[in-house]
């Protein structure tokens, strides 16, 4: 497996938790949110879970 170096993952996590990114993910866990009930959720690949928690935060009944 291979591994980020530490400076692109720092330069990856301040992309992504600025707009617009940060916009792009939100819009994406209340579409999901709003269209699961209840359920399973598995999310490959897209980051370092931080979608997960803002669906996990507007509907808790899902299972990430």
Do not use: K
Request: proline share 8%; no cysteine; hydrophobic share 45%.
């Amino acid at each position: 497996m291979e591994r980020f170096p530490a400076v692109a993952a720092r330069l990856y996590d301040y992309l992504f938790s600025r707009p617009p990114m940060h916009r792009m993910y939100a819009e994406i866990a209340r579409d999901l949110a709003s269209s699961i009930d209840r359920g399973r959720l598995l999310d490959v690949g897209t980051g370092p879970g931080r979608l997960l928690l803002q669906i996990h935060a507007l509907n808790p009944e899902i299972e990430l």
